[in-house]
């Protein structure tokens, strides 16, 4: 039988920061959590417990591909539960990394579209660079040399600005997303779908599921043929939807558990001949060096 790729988010969609974690329970009925990245000797990433057990599981049931727009060192600090995955999408699809080694021929054919298809980096930059207030930006990034993002101060940070960002970016090909304290300003051809299309392609698939809680992950949702995103988030912020995409109702740490029970109960489905690839599906209702302030990631 045909493999079940699973392909995920994993900031805010299936790990979490403390700060993300929403634990509205009381805290004797808090889940147990596992901390699943450490930087600078600081615990800084976490799943339940649950949804580790659910991981390792699935590891043993799909082709796990975590699609990100982390940087290929952002995303080697991660340390998740179960099989490490043969193949890992990083800088939103500007690398696919292939036992951990980015695949040289992917990456030069991104860079190609990119620059047929959309304006340079140094433009999106230096607009950035004269747009941004000091007031609350904290830092420029440059990521892996194929977008941008800025680390501001959410509450001070206005949100017309924002709004007049993403205008002026579509014009010149690129997308403009929102995370938490995070700007990016990613171009339109960089894309996570595409580099999981490649993927299911590569490994023979036969479904393809994903989840994604932003902006840049909803073309990740399309090129799959079931998706769902947490009740937090960009897309659940704009009432985004898609045929064969859930929206699911819980937030913070424990979507990631239910994203997760979701993944294998479909998993488990297919191999079962219960769903198929362009079956109507029901969704889930209720449910380098620096430049100016520029750092590279």
Request: glycine content about 10%; overall charge negative.
């Amino acid at each position: 039988m045909s493999p079940v790729l699973v392909a995920s988010d994993l900031d805010r969609t299936l790990i979490y920061s403390a700060a993300a974690l929403a634990l509205t329970m009381p805290d004797m009925r808090a889940p147990r959590l596992l901390c699943v990245e450490v930087h600078e000797s600081k615990p800084l990433s976490y799943m339940t417990e649950a949804a580790a057990g659910l991981l390792t599981g699935l590891g043993d049931r799909a082709v796990f591909v975590p699609a990100t727009t982390r940087t290929r060192k952002q995303y080697q600090r991660i340390n998740l539960p179960g099989p490490t995955p043969k193949y890992a999408v990083c800088a939103n699809g500007g690398h696919l990394l292939v036992d951990g080694v980015s695949d040289p021929d992917w990456h030069a054919g991104v860079l190609a579209r990119l620059a047929d298809e959309c304006a340079p980096l140094a433009e999106v930059r230096a607009h950035l660079e004269a747009a941004a207030d000091p007031a609350w930006v904290r830092k420029h990034r440059v990521a892996e040399d194929l977008f941008v993002y800025l680390v501001v101060e959410r509450e001070l940070l206005p949100e017309e600005w924002v709004k007049e960002l993403a205008e002026w970016a579509e014009q010149r090909g690129w997308t403009v997303s929102l995370q938490g304290r995070k700007v990016y300003a990613v171009p339109g051809p960089l894309t996570k779908g595409a580099a999981v299309r490649e993927v299911a392609r590569r490994t023979g698939a036969g479904l393809t599921l994903a989840a994604g809680d932003s902006l840049l992950d909803a073309d990740l949702l399309l090129a799959a043929d079931r998706g769902w995103h947490p009740g937090h988030g960009e897309l659940a912020d704009s009432g985004w939807t898609a045929p064969g995409t859930g929206a699911l109702p819980e937030r913070g740490v424990l979507a990631g558990e239910r994203i997760l029970r979701e993944f294998l109960k479909a998993a488990r489905e297919f191999r079962q001949g219960q769903v198929r690839p362009g079956e109507p599906r029901d969704t889930v209702e209720g449910s380098a060096e620096r430049s100016g302030p520029w750092g590279r990631d």
